[in-house]
């Protein structure tokens, strides 16, 4: 059977991706920073990006954390899952707010796909509601979600850096 301890690579790994994944968004956002500081609903997917890219760090920060009990780490992983579905939650509705033209409308509509959000987020709670009950096996969600949110994490950025002018 697996331990936390056996997940260090997978997370020093999914750690280092993440933080330079967030680094290209922020490069990305920078290339294109007036159409999209102009835009409510372009800034919200940047930060709905943002988050994508940040999720499987902080994962990496909780899998990495030395010494702790398996429920302490299961715990820590539904807390991380539930608050970060409360801000994409948040930043979804300041999506939906957002009044725009059909050609605005079309250009959003490519950064509001909910599937990836939610897997992401259901994986990291079922993730850690497998590990607070005792099992280790709840260890191999981490792998989809992570997958999932940095592909996704990725589209996004790639399509700010091709946002038209």
Same mark, same amino acid.
């Given at each position: &059977?697996?331990? !936390?301890? #056996? ?5 020093? &790994? ?5 933080? $330079? ?17 102009g835009?409510?609903? =372009? ?5 709905q990006?943002?988050? =994508? ?5 902080? &994962? ?5 954390? !030395? ?16 608050i970060?579905? $409360? ?13 725009a033209?059909? #050609?605005?409308?079309?250009?959003? $509509?490519?950064?509001?796909?909910r ?5 992401? &987020? ?19 969600? =981490? ?5 999932v ?11 700010? =850096?091709?946002? !038209?002018?």
């Amino acid at each position: &059977m697996t331990s !936390p301890a #056996d997940w260090a690579g997978f997370a020093e &790994m999914t750690g280092g991706a993440s933080g $330079a994944l967030t680094g290209l968004l922020f490069v990305a956002v920078s290339l294109n920073a007036s159409k999209i500081s102009g835009h409510r609903g =372009l800034r919200a997917s940047a930060a709905q990006t943002l988050v =994508l890219f940040l999720t499987p760090l902080i &994962m990496s920060g909780i899998l990495l954390t !030395p010494g702790q009990p398996q429920w302490a780490l299961g715990a820590e992983l539904i807390a991380a899952g539930l608050i970060t579905s $409360a801000v994409l939650l948040g930043i979804g509705r300041v999506k939906h707010k957002v009044t725009a033209t059909d #050609d605005d409308q079309r250009l959003l $509509a490519i950064f509001n796909r909910r599937g990836p959000n939610v897997s992401v &987020m259901l994986l990291f709670v079922a993730s850690g509601v497998i590990l607070a009950c005792g099992q280790p096996a709840g260890l191999y969600l =981490l792998l989809p979600a992570s997958l999932v949110a940095l592909v996704s994490g990725v589209l996004n950025a790639w399509y700010f =850096l091709l946002v !038209p002018s």
